[in-house]
């Protein structure tokens, strides 16, 4: 099946997402997959180096995800990649779960997602489009309660609309085994004065990987803490704190697992 016909069958038509939040699939993101996926997903990435794109994925599952599994005895059954792009983690990550999904706002994203797990006879992984958080509980609603571990990175750090983080948040507790595990990353470096005035700049001033929609959005790791305990999570374990790259390690927060039994 090629990247077209995939594209066909994927293309969804689902109606407003549950939740009432962030209901349009993302045009920017869109473009983007069809521009150059490999540069919007990693941005450090030197031209065209697709062979280090895929070897990043690999390192961030092999150093990262599984010793944490590991720690946290996570059991291995179903792990879920919130903005999964073309499957840089997830697909590596199949290897070590019995089912692995990975659910994106972009059409063309998902599509060469499954055309890349195909090409690599990777048949437990499946991709789902999504329109934002309450589509995803609609389109997942036979695995609430059963994530072994859900992820996402280099994804809530773009969503401008922060009632759509709260609605993946809840989506995300929802998902998760009383017993699994969520390993989310935003950007909670401070807002210095030139963070403030790049983002009041319109996007023509600014140079392509700065505009709305690539670029990365600041948030402080109050609104965060606050978000996460409001979806009725709570933070087992953070890893490099205010920086560009904070990891959130969650768990059910116990009033809500025990609910769950
Ligand atoms: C920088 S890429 C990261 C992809 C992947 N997580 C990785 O690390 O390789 C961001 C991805 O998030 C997706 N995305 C952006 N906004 C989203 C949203 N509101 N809901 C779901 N996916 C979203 C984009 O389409 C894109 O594939």
Redesign the pocket.
Known sequence: MNLRQLRTRLSVSQPADAAGV?VCL?EK?EKF?RQDPYR???TSLAPSDTDEFWRS?ERTVQRDFLPLLDLHRVPRLVCL?????IG??VLPLARSFQRAIG????IS?VARAASCAEDRGIANACYLV?R?PGDLLAQLQNHSGKCDFIY????LQ??SDFA?IQGYLGAIRHLLHPSGLAYLQFDSRPKSLSYRVKTALPDWLLPSLWRRGIRRIRRSADEIDAAIRTAGLEVVGELTPHTAYHRYILRRSPATAMSAL
């Open positions: 962030s993302d993101w997959a919007y997903i990693l994925g990649e919130v903005g999964c792009g840089r983690l659910v994106d706002i972009a994203m999504i934002g996402s990175l280099l994804v773009h969503v759509t």
